[in-house]
């Protein structure tokens, strides 16, 4: 890229997703100049340091699938990294369990998309299951996974941190990304809290806001994020009380895995998470971060998926809200395993939201990762889970379309069939972030 004052690649969000792309794009283009732009001041505020840590493994995702393709190669170059820097990873493994015959057939459909996507899975009777973890409960036969492990995901944020500094990335915390300012020939001039700054080309993984940002240059017109809250309650039984995560069959219909038992890095337990609609993006307690634009948006789009129930939506939200109660979350978890004391489970966790891809058009919830891009900008959509574990070969893969893209900008700028490319339109004086 040709030198002037302007930023070559300006950063929104400094999530996994923003620090591992940061990372690959630096890797092409060395002489480049990256600065990331993060709203917060802390690291991990969002969905990247409120996730459950699992290090999934990869066989939940069909396979044409971007969740396919880079779960079992993400488990593991981030185990990799996790045992280079040194941060401590609970390879306990996970076994997925059944309570009727209908969920035995989804079970086979799992072992067959393991198997497809390259994944290490064994299906095992209820006795062998039990040789694992003696407390699960499975009627016939249950799916067992070694290599699920289980990670503080702040301890790799902060690693991924040090080394993007060390590589000559910069950093702005407390910096958000309001709006375009104008555009020339060659740069774009946007308007963040910390100033006006002149770029080449923008990379927008701001997770919850991702759709925002992107629509503000054109891209993401027919997506819409809806926030999903996911709750956790801790057991104060002792570490390593279980000695293994383990989840229900999914619902195939929905991009969550049903509430489960997962363990922290250090052996505790939790249940959870839910998938509870929220009311606006980072609604992390009744009036936590309000912002009354959004909850009238959101709010309008889920009543109206209430009254379609077009994705299930009336079934989702009525079976998820009632997980807000503790009775309900222990009943639940009582159904995986046997000894669950609702008296052991008295203690919230930090929730997450989930940045859930809405489609408008389809009226479906987006169960890939997805982006898009034109020539001044690159967005990262949907992001949603396993995409912490899937981070390291998904950053590797975009830092590659970006790289097309910007080679292609002078012509049709379209890359795969994924990147649609936008239309650049005026900035648009009255949004803001
Ligand atoms: C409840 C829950 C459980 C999960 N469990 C797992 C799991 O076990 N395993 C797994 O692999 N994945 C899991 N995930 C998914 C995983 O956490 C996400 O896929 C991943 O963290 C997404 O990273 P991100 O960088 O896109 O988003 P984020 O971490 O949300 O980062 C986006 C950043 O952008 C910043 N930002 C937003 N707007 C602006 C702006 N205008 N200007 C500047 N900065 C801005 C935000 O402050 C934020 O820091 C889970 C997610 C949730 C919510």
Known sequence: MAKTNAIDFLFIGAGVIGLNLARELKKKFPDSNIMVFEKENLLGAHSSGRNSGVIHAGFYYSADSLKAKFTREGNEQLREYCLEKKIPVNMCGKLVVTQNEREEK?????????????????????????KIEPRVKTLRRAIWS????????????????????????QFRFGAKFLRIKSENTNTITVTTTAGDVETRFVVNCAGLYADKVAREFGCSRDYRILPFKGLYLYSDEK????????????DMAYPFLGVHFTLTSDGKIKVGPTAIPAFWREQYSITENFNFEEMVEILWRELGLLVKSDIGFRNLAFKEIQKMSKNKMVNLASALATDVNPSQY????????????????????????????????????????????????????LAERINVLLQNSRGAGIVGEQIREAPHRPPNKETSL
């Not at 570490?239 to 999914?250: A, M």
């Open 106 to 130: 989804t079970l086979d459909e799992l072992i067959k998309r393991g198997v497809h996507n390259g994944v290490s899975l064994d299906m095992i009777t209820a006795e062998e299951a039990k």
């Open 146 to 169: 070694p290599n699920t492990g289980c990670v503080n995901p702040i301890s790799v944020l902060k690693k991924l941190l040090e080394d993007a500094m060390c590589e000559g990335i």
């Open 239 to 250: 570490p390593g009380s279980l000695k293994t995560n383990i989840y229900p069959v999914p």
């Open 346 to 397: 008295t203690k919230w966790g930090k929730p997450g939201i989930r940045a859930q891809l809405y489609n408008i058009k389809t009226n479906k919830l987006e169960m890939d990762f997805k982006y898009e891009g034109n020539s001044r900008s690159f967005h990262v959509l949907n992001a949603v889970s396993p995409a912490f574990t899937a981070s390291m070969p998904l950053a590797k893969f």
